[in-house]
């Protein structure tokens, strides 16, 4: 069935997913606190129980693998549960995106579950997110793609608990093929470049993005 012709009127829409980014929120403290905590076997243990119970009743119906949300704005909208910009998602830290003159800007703070190096964003996430925003700056430039390569340098360690700015631009577009920048820099320092990307995104063929989604 086709999600669109299953949306809920536009109250029950946010309310609903006002619901879901309440518990992404809680999830996202969870997750810092299990990561943090020092906390003895016994305790760990009685909070693995009522975890699990929790998990319980979340096992209800559950969407389909190529079912889009129905709270969701696919393609180039809402993505609740996107793993970097979604609310609902607690692996998502999430990252706002905004669209600014020259592409699009995504602000978020990362933190110690996001680590690799001690202090220091995991070179795996930095990636993560240059490549949602890289993909968030071809759908803003009205070409929604996918990356088919990406390239990363790493100039200087992104810290965690830190405010961070996420840049992304189309420089170029050739038939289906979308040429796209990227960068990070921390809040506090923007001229400074700790990480850089380019990478090529294509436009599936609309036969191939029908075989892609479905459910679109
Ligand atoms: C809204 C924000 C969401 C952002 C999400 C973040 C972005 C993502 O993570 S997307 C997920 C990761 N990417 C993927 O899974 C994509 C996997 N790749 C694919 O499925 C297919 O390659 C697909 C559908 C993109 C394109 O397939 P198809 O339509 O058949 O294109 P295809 O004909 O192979 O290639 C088109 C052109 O791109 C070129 N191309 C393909 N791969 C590459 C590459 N690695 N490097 C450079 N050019 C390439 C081809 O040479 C071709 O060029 P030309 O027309 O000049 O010969």
Redesign the pocket.
């Known amino acids: 069935m086709n999600a669109r012709h299953t949306a809920a009127p536009s109250t029950d829409l946010d309310h609903q997913r006002e619901a879901i980014a309440g518990l992404g929120h809680e999830l996202r403290a969870l997750v810092d606190a299990t990561v943090r905590t020092v906390t003895p076997a016994d305790v760990l243990h009685r909070v693995t129980d009522e975890v699990r119970r929790l998990t319980s009743q979340l096992t209800g119906r559950r969407r389909t693998r190529t079912e889009i949300p129905h709270v969701d704005e696919f ?2 909208g809402i ?1 609740m549960f ?1 793993p ?2 979604g609310p609902g998602n607690p692996l998502a830290p999430p990252v706002r995106v905004t669209p600014d003159g020259d592409g699009v800007t995504g602000h978020c703070t990362l933190g110690i579950a996001h680590e690799g190096p001690p202090g220091y964003v995991h070179g795996g996430m930095s990636a993560m997110l240059l ?2 925003l ?3 700056a ?2 803003a430039a009205g070409t ?6 990406l390239q990363l340098r790493y100039h200087g360690p992104v810290p965690v608990e830190t405010p961070l700015r996420v840049h992304a631009r189309v420089t170029g577009t ?4 979308v040429f796209v920048t990227g960068s990070i820099t921390t809040e506090a320092d923007g001229d400074r470049q700790l990480v850089t990307a380019e990478a ?6 609309p036969e ?2 029908r075989a ?1 989604f479905p459910e679109r």
């Open positions: 393609p180039g993505r996107s970097v910009t490549d949602e890289m993909g968030w071809c759908s929604p793609a996918m990356t088919v390569s050739e038939a289906r093929k090529v995104f294509v436009a599936p063929d191939r993005a892609l």
